[in-house]
């Protein structure tokens, strides 16, 4: 049973930051890109903020670029978010995204986590 599962959001003060972390596993074969959306307070549709591929190539929304880095380790099957100079802006419910083959079958499905709350306020 593939599982997707994020960690370390919190309640952080403006121009502070935190770090994201997400980690996969049950049944891989490969893993293909891997990346971070966010659904913000009264919003209905989810955002993508950065995305991975496994060759470590990374892409970002344009109103997070300088502030925030995606990292991978293929070796853990886990992905991190370094968050910097956050802002209220930010405040958002943080999914995890993977897009991933499992054991005897040759296309990937998407996998989401249950998502992780920021909060960034003073």
């Known amino acids: 049973q593939v599982q997707v599962v994020e960690s370390g959001g919190g309640l952080v003060q403006p121009g502070g930051s935190l770090k994201l972390s997400c980690a996969a596993s049950?049944?891989?074969?490969?893993?293909?890109?891997m990346g971070w959306f966010r659904q913000s307070p009264g919003e209905q549709q989810r955002e993508k903020v950065a995305?991975?591929?496994?060759?470590?190539?990374?892409t970002y929304l344009d109103s997070v670029k300088g502030r925030f880095t995606i990292s991978r380790d293929n070796a853990k099957d886990t992905i991190h978010l370094q968050m910097d100079s956050l802002s209220p802006e930010d405040t958002a419910v943080y999914f995890c995204?993977?897009?991933?083959?499992?054991?005897?079958?040759?296309?990937?499905?998407?996998?989401w986590g249950k998502g992780t709350l920021v909060t960034v306020s003073s």
């Open positions: 995305m991975i591929t496994n060759g470590g190539v990374p």
């Open positions: 049950g049944g891989l074969f490969m893993i293909k890109d």
């Open positions: 995204y993977a897009a991933i083959v499992i054991e005897g079958e040759s296309y990937a499905n998407n996998y």
